[in-house]
């Protein structure tokens, strides 16, 4: 490549070779932009990305060097002289004016330098040149393409706005790699070059084409795991109660269908299978290594797999990050060589891994996993001990169980990846206690919930975790909000409890597919009936009127004393086969969308005999239509109902009624279209960061005083009510005047709460009024027009420390924390999420006219909505901004009071998904 005089200086320009590329959002769960990054390849494999050091100045010249002469000249457009100044170029990142990334593996223990890339700024400073070479061995697996993304945000968070690359005409696979990163191109041939232009701003197509690779990469980095052909279980020991030694026997006792290998000390025999001293003693490649040592062991050993060749680690053993100081950098250490390898980590501290597709089941539970057609991935392995016993007991299967433990590595993001393409899997159960990367959780989930049901159960409901917070919106936001919205948003089925998550798990593993809230019940106890209706009430079920001829129907085979409303009471007296012919009228009834049979033992008939009866009248019937059934015995559930297709079983109507709405609660998301995040117009993003930028020049946390505050939030667009700033009794009569009686008067003091702390006089009539209310706030005083009519409603942000901005919207006024009710949505938020938003809950019924009042325009709701959600994400330092109230009128809405706090950006963690 020719000399370059964009920067002012004679410096050989960067390499242009480009290649294929995924991203960072596989990368590391808990890490946002650092300076090193490991990123997951198309293949699979994992790449370590850093910016290269003075030290890497021989390496990176060995790397030029071994390039073919076709990558070499497509680098450069021509044969340079590979000496000192190329490698200057990559060198001393600052990341505002240049910036380079080194991408390596480890190779018989040694790093390997397989890719460089880097920036530098133009004298255009919204452009940036960018170039990258990748080692021949290595094109064609994804490295250019994510040293490209990762250099993009670098960039993009200095400032940079677009790439510019120049290519030999007949370099196709460079062109190509450009198109495919889902960037906006632009050509244009100057001197026998291709000049390459595109934002890097992340569009909605490169997310698209993003989360495609990321997909790819991620499921490929998985297989090892549920497609093993070999394990080794390194600490397996000869002893009887031994965690290494009880789960090798469970391999061998699950009858897995590949081939196992005990590793110990010794070299021992386990359960009659030849051990080996050493996983380097192995003859043929194993697929994963199951580690069960003392923790000051783990890393040792996991070294000798890695060198082996292993590529899937599952460590069992405990002593990491959940012990403290000393146990979080032994973790740190195990991550940093499992991805220097290229390899993927399940634990540490877990419970293993059950595969039902190649019968394996490497966890040292004491009961086997039932097979069957749900994925369960549990945080805890305790509670996915308990999760395994219900589920036995239920008659649930297991397509898969994962106890990810403390997640270094492999985490549920990841698992719903694989499981979303995997056909063995139906549904999906999760039991968080944390996100890593919460909006990377969302944007997988949200598609992965369209195809499959995603069950969770998040512990961590309680407010003692709730951070103290001065804002109503704030206040309102408690430490549960932020995973409730998560969840909402992303049609994530949340349950209060493990019997409920059992529950739910069973009505889906049983093929149930709800079309709507409409449910039939059928009993022959008349409480029982009227205990399972005020249930369904509950849980926004309905009971409709049953249709004519089911009304007809039910009359032949029922005695006169029966009830054939609904519920259905079949009264103490009904048999095996009354249940047999009434269910089936039930299920052909078009106004019913479900069925729920409950059953109390009489002498008429057993609960065998019911449970048989229902099963036989569901199959003879062919509905889809989900049954439950609720059998109270002392015998406990009847064994015919354990996994009986289209029948679920409970153990109380309350139950059964609960898994139902949750069903409705999806079947009424999946009818949600999906929406799209809005462009906004009239949104002046320099002059917003300005303001906050002034107000942190001296603080690390601040409220806006009401001058800045009116500034930032009119930079947004978002409407206010006219007001003027006085500081003397004159100043306030002029603005009264200028504004127009009645007027408001209130303390200007920054982030006061002016209803509380007398800072607020309303309706002032005339001069008179102005003056005493002047008198007594005490100057500065805000001057506003009195606005009346309408509904009082609350809006506003707040920076969740790991979900990011969160978005409130409720009732409003002084009892806005008294009545609650407000709803919460993670940023960013589509146009169907504003307007659930803005419809839902008591707000709702606010906006939509309560009790007579005009309804109100709910276009500009929605549109204040997402101004609110925009300005969250693009302000991370917004730590908490209220807009209380806000007056919901039928033509418009106004905000007549606002409070924003701005922080450090530095102690506000965004959980960007980069």
Known sequence: ????????????????????????????????????????????????????????????????????????????????????EIVEQVLDSDWAERGALLGSFVEDGTERVVAIGNYSRLRDPSAAEAAFAVADAYQRRGVGTRLVEQLAERAARHGIERFVAEVLPDNRRMVNVFEALGFELTRELEGGELEITFPIERTERFEQLLAERDHVAVTASLRPFFEPRSVAVIGASRRRGTIGGELFRNVIEGDFQGVVYPVNRDGNSVAGVRGYRSIDEIPDPVDVAVVCVPAAGVIEAAE?????????????????????????????????????????????????????????????????????????????????????????????????????????????????????????????????????????????????????????????????????????????????????????????????????????????????????????????????????????????????????????????????????????????????????????????????????????????????????????????????????????????????????????????????????????????????????????????????????????????????????????????????????VATTVAEALAAARELGFPAVVKTAAPGAHKTETGGIALDLADEEAVVAAVARIGPPVIVQPMLSGGAELLAGVVQDTVFGPLVAFGPGGVFAELIGQAAFRIAPLTDVDAGDLVDGGKAGRLVAGFRGAPAADRAALVDLVLRLARLGEDLPAVAELDLNPVLALPDRCVAVDARVRVRTPDEVVRAKSW
């Open 304 to 724: 000798q797999a890695l060198r082996h060749g292993v590529r899937a680690l599952v460590v069992i053993s405990a002593g990491f990050a959940e012990t403290g100081s000393d146990g979080i950098d032994r973790q740190e250490r195990l991550l940093a060589l499992v991805r220097a390898h290229g390899a993927r980590l399940i634990g540490p501290n877990c419970l293993g891994i059950s595969v039902a597709g190649v019968s394996l089941n490497a966890t040292f539970a004491s009961r086997a996993t039932p097979s069957g057609n749900i994925g369960f991935s549990s945080q805890s392995g305790a509670l996915g001990l308990a999760l395994l016993e219900a589920a036995a007991t239920r008659g649930l299967g297991l397509s898969a169980f994962v106890s990810i433990g403390n997640k270094a590595d492999v985490s549920t993001n990841d698992l719903l990846e694989w499981w979303e393409e995997d056909a063995a899997t139906e549904a999906i159960l999760l039991y968080v206690e944390s996100f890593g990367n919460p909006r990377r959780f969302g944007r997988i989930a949200r598609r992965v919930a369209r195809r499959k049901p995603i069950l969770a159960l998040k512990s961590g409901r309680s407010k003692s975790g709730q951070r103290a917070a001065s804002s109503h919106t704030a206040a309102l936001a408690g430490s549960d909000t932020a995973a409730d919205a998560l969840f909402h948003q992303a049609g994530v089925i949340r349950a209060d409890t493990l019997e409920e998550l059992v529950d739910v798990a069973t009505l889906f593993s049983s093929g149930a597919r709800l079309g709507g809230r409409s449910v039939g019940l059928v009993t022959n106890a008349g409480g029982l009936g009227i205990l399972c209706a005020d249930a369904c009430e509950a849980a926004g079920l309905e009971l409709p009127a049953l249709g004519a001829d089911t009304v007809a129907a039910l009359r032949r085979v029922l005695p006169a004393e029966a009830s054939v409303a609904n519920p259905v009471d079949m009264l103490g007296g009904a048999t095996a086969e009354t249940y047999a012919s009434v269910l089936p009228h039930l299920l052909a009834d078009p106004h019913l969308s479900a069925c729920i049979v409950l059953f109390v033992p009489a002498v008429s008939s057993t609960a065998e005999e019911v449970a048989s009866a229902v099963v036989e009248a569901v199959g003879r019937a062919g509905s889809d239509k989900p049954v439950l059934a609720v059998i109270m015995s002392s015998e406990g559930t009847p064994a015919v109902l354990c996994g009986a297709p289209g029948v679920a079983s409970f153990a109380y109507p309350e139950s059964a009624a609960r898994a139902l709405g949750r069903i409705a609660d999806r079947a009424a998301w999946l009818r949600r279209p999906q929406g799209a995040v809005p462009a906004l117009d009239r949104i002046d993003h320099v002059r917003a960061e300005a303001v906050v930028d002034s107000a942190l020049a001296e603080t690390d946390d601040a409220w806006l005083g009401p001058a800045a505050t009116r500034e930032l939030l009119a930079a947004y667009g978002l409407p206010l009510v006219p007001e003027r």
């Open 1 to 84: 490549m020719r000399f370059c005089d964009r920067h002012g200086c004679n410096a050989p320009p960067a390499p242009t070779c480009f290649e294929a590329m995924a991203s960072q959002p596989v990368a590391r769960e808990n890490a946002h932009v650092a300076d090193v990054v490991d990123v997951i390849l198309r293949d699979g494999s994992t790449l370590r990305l850093r910016p290269p050091a003075r030290g890497d100045a021989e390496a990176i010249l060995d790397f030029f060097r071994t390039l073919s002469k076709q990558s070499l000249y497509m680098r450069f457009h021509g044969f340079p002289s590979l000496g000192p």
